[in-house]
T-cell receptor, first 106, second 119 residues
Framework: DIQITQSPSSLSASIGDRVTITCRTS??????LNWYRQRPGKAPDLLIY???NLHSGVPSRFSGSGSGTDFTLTISSLQPEDFATYYC?????????FGQGTMVEI | EVLLVQSGAEVKKPGESLRISCKGS????????ISWVRQMPGKGLEWMGR????????SYSPSFEGRVSISVDKSISTVYLQLSGLKASDTAIYFC????????????WGQGSLITVSS
């Protein structure tokens, strides 16, 4: 299985802050790396697919970058609805795997 | 509008089996894999397995293999998750998810089914 190390596990930030979350995979995944935001009590929402592609309807403050084994999600200016938990996911090889999650708190 | 609608919450006893349904609409159901993802209370997301509705081809996570079975009824655009030998640690929210507009990732999710396993 491909292991994913996501960091940090949690962070505290303020409205308007720039936030960066990283995922490192145990082997190269050909950019099959996706990012989700999950608000409490809700299903996850896809933000970024294939490392750097902004999903339709997702605000442009979200961006993804990276290649090989190292990937980054950046939120350029944190908004109130962004206080949530973020997950990365690799879909290169079955079993698909998720990172452990990053909780973004006020 | 693409929708995945799951069956409701259930309470099960240890040792029992569960079956959760996920009905797709608003897209060509047979064109895209449907996956199941588990989320234990306060924990992260775990991919359990998936099915290709066109031919019922499945693949499972080793973490669940042997206890999980995913099936499909194309006539009613519904996928099922069966989990046997339930334990208290199977208490979780179970989500179905698919991709219908992107090349990878899950752009559509069911609302989740809360399963509680308790004696």
């Amino acid at each position: 299985d491909i292991q994913i190390t996501q960091s940090p596990s949690s962070l505290s930030a303020s409205i308007g802050d720039r936030v960066t979350i990283t995922c490192r995979t145990s082997q190269a995944i050909n950019n099959y790396l996706n990012w989700y935001r999950q608000r409490p009590g809700k299903a996850p929402d896809l933000l970024i697919y294939a490392a750097s592609n902004l999903h339709s309807g997702v605000p442009s403050r979200f961006s993804g970058s990276g290649s090989g084994t190292d990937f980054t999600l950046t939120i350029s200016s944190l908004q109130p609805e962004d206080f949530a938990t973020y997950y990365c996911q690799q879909t290169y090889i079955v079993p698909q795997t998720f990172g452990q999650g990053t909780m973004v708190e006020i | 509008e693409v929708l995945l609608v799951q069956s409701g919450a259930e309470v099960k006893k240890p040792g029992e089996s569960l079956r959760i349904s996920c009905k797709g609409s608003g897209y060509t159901f047979t064109n895209y894999w449907i996956s199941w993802v588990r989320q234990m209370p306060g924990k992260g997301l775990e991919w359990m397995g998936r099915i290709r509705p066109s031919d019922s081809y499945t693949s499972y996570s080793p973490s669940f293999e042997g206890r999980v079975s995913i099936s499909v009824d194309k006539s009613i655009s519904t996928v099922y998750l069966q989990l046997s030998g339930l334990k208290a640690s199977d208490t979780a929210i179970y989500f179905c998810a698919t991709r219908a507009t992107v090349i990878t990732g899950f752009d559509y999710w069911g609302q989740g089914s809360l399963i509680t396993v308790s004696s």
